[in-house]
């Protein structure tokens, strides 16, 4: 059985387990083997513990089955086979042989379900297909096994004419969807959602109600009554809560004087201070490794980080991003192609860029309208009036002029938000000015909107999307301008409120910061202090205003990135803002 029988195929064979996960669902065949996205959780996690032992190549198999002689028996580990017949590929767990018979074993943890056939059909499928690839390499096999670990008990299938032609069915499905390019929809209201450790990838419920909306609108204008029992989705359904990947990992920020540097020891990295460990952190609980000024890092430490696809981002001692060190760019190049797509097309940018800036100016007003004591009435009619226009914009210069008058009348009043009879009368906001900012309010709002470009920019990253392309702000050598459009809406609810945090709770002082002839920047410790009270503020757990469930400013970080990569995928036909009440 040669392992190379599969170089002379035209297409790419497709792993077997791929059509268990299109006999499960057709979306995530899609996203796993087309678009390349990937998510651990714990089932995943368990699985591949219950695999460590079948992982592992052991056994010696004769190269053809030719050469097998009758006697003789096999019984391999991780055996690795395809058939140039049907343009598949699999990792046989084990392979028991006797003679010119063959029997694969599957592996799978839990235990038999309560089924007639004790499998579920994905399983069955992908060990039928196992079956016919034995056979196309010069093996008799007619049934096979799954084993399941939990309850160490084998289930024996039969390779039945239903089965096989099933099996072959679902392949041919699953390699027309895969050359279609276009993603499949999602399942409406599928328990088999809720396991799936690429439900916030693929936002199944997110996506479904947007879609659904959208019909619901068109059904409405056409004046055609909706059945009672319509699966379209209402404002007060409630969404399953999302898990977003990445869940319990946290950033690690890295800051000081001359002489720190970061290495690796064992699963940890290792901060040291002139060659002296002063502190550390776990790689499998952090989520990025930002470094600020001219702290340096191991070439072991940037290998195992790239390697777990957990970035490292380069920043000034002001906070200014200067480089991302970061894996490989993300497989999903079908994502990618899209953002070129629509970065071309003048209308569509038009459109995102309205929803970018509308969302921030709803904010801004928002912010104002909620805190801001003794605030003109006609600031919010200005800024409400501001809004609508973004709307409607003709074009992008256009709705540039919008966002500027719109950020005037907002800054104009920005102080309004600081308690007067307490910590907020030490400081002195007129205007929003930069490069550099000139008193420590201006220092604030520019370093931390430095912080949430960098967290945008990871974002992006992790998804697959070129952070450097944007719709509203222009390409331009080294800004990444995809993660300014996205972060517009939460300048006002992220970097504005933890300005005015900071302020009225005293947690920040004049003497955290150092005034020059050049401008106004943020001492060690009181830099320190900004970050923390940042990441609070992305922590900190809000009811989302469209899906209902409670999730973290960070999440929605995630979600809004993943929506947009499905309206840029035609999914949903616009971009949701997000928008407080």
Known sequence: MKKNSLENTNKEPIPVRMINEFAYCPRLFYLEYVQREWAESAETLDGKFVHRRVDKETGKIPETAEDQSEESEIHARSVWLGSEKLNISARIDVLEAEGKTATPIDYKRGKPKNVDEGVYEPERVQLCLQGLIL???????DFGFIYFAESQQRVKIEFTAELIFRSVELLNEAGIIAESGEIPPPLVNSPKCTGCSLAGICLPDEVNFLSCETEAVSLESENISLNPDSRLPTQDSRLRKLMPSRDDTIPVYVQGSYGLSVGLKGDELEIREKGKAVSSAKIFETSQLSLFGNVQISAQAIRELAS?????????????????????PHKNIELRRAQFAA???????????????????????????????????DSLVFLREMRRKSEKAANLPELLGLEGAAAREYFSHFSLLFKQDGYGDSFDFKTRNRRPP??????????????????????????????????????????????LDLMEEFRPLVADSVVIGLINTGEIQPHDFIQRLTGCALTDSGRKRVIQA????????????????TVSYRRIFEIQARLLARFLSGEISEYPSFITR
């Open 135 to 141: 056979r196309d390499n010069g093996f008799e096999c």
């Open 438 to 483: 000139k008193d420590p309010v201006n220092a604030l709002l520019s370093f931390l909107y430095s912080m949430l470009t960098k967290e945008m920019l990871v974002t992006l990253i992790g998804i697959g999307f070129d952070p450097y392309l944007g719709f509203y702000h222009q390409p331009r050598y080294g800004r990444p301008a995809l993660a």
């Open 308 to 328: 777990r696809e957990v970035p490292v981002v380069h920043l000034s001692y002001g906070g200014w991003l200067n480089a991302v060190t970061t894996a490989p």
């Open 343 to 377: 970065a071309a097309d003048k209308e569509k940018c038009l459109n995102l860029a309205r929803s970018f800036v509308s969302g921030k100016i709803y904010n801004q007003r928002t912010l104002l309208r909620r805190n801001a004591k003794e605030l003109p009435a």
């Open 534 to 549: 940042f990441e609070r503020r992305l922590n900190t757990t809000i009811t989302h205003p469209v899906f209902g469930y």
